[in-house]
Nanobody, 125 residues
Framework: VQLQASGGGWVQAGGSLRLSCAAS????????MGWFRQAPGQEREFVGG????????AYADSVKGRFTILRDNAKNTVDLVMNSLKPEDTAVYYC???????????????????WGQGTQVTVSS
C-alpha cells in the first residue's frame, strides 16, 4: 500500500495540528496503521497506532491525552490529531501500514510493512 502524509507545519506551543495519511493501492481496512516521528539526530519513535477496525488504539506515553488517532476506512485515511503541542513534539512524522496477519504490535517498527514519506511538524516555544 502507498501512503501519503500531509498536514504538517509550524505552530506555537499549546497549539494544534491535524496530520492526515492517505492510502492507495491496497485494501485499507486490512491494515493496522501507525504514526511514528523522528527528530534530528534521534531514532524514529512510536507515536500511536490503530487497529484495522479502529477499535484498538495505542499511544506513546509522551503523547497520551494530547494526541488522537482516527481512521476512516471509507476514505482510506488515518489522521493524527495533535493538541497541546510542545516544542519536543518537533519532528518529521511518518505514517505506516501493517498487514494484520502479523497480529497487533503497534509500537514496533518492524510490525509495519509500508511507510509514507513524512511530514514536518515544528513547534516553537
Amino acid at each position: 500500500v502507498q501512503l501519503q502524509a500531509s498536514g504538517g507545519g509550524w505552530v506555537q506551543a499549546g497549539g494544534s495540528l491535524r496530520l492526515s495519511c492517505a492510502a492507495s493501492g491496497g485494501i485499507f481496512s486490512e491494515y493496522a496503521m501507525g504514526w511514528f516521528r523522528q527528530a534530528p539526530g534521534q531514532e524514529r519513535e512510536f507515536v500511536g497506532g490503530i487497529s484495522r477496525g479502529g477499535t484498538r488504539k495505542a499511544y506513546a506515553d509522551s503523547v497520551k491525552g494530547r494526541f488522537t488517532i482516527l481512521r476512516d476506512n471509507a476514505k482510506n485515511t488515518v489522521d493524527l490529531v495533535m493538541n497541546s503541542l510542545k516544542p519536543e513534539d518537533t519532528a518529521v512524522y511518518y505514517c505506516a501500514a501493517a498487514p494484520t496477519v502479523t497480529g497487533w504490535a503497534p509500537s514496533t517498527k518492524d510490525y509495519y510493512h509500508d511507510w509514507g514519506q513524512g511530514t514536518q511538524v515544528t513547534v516553537s516555544s
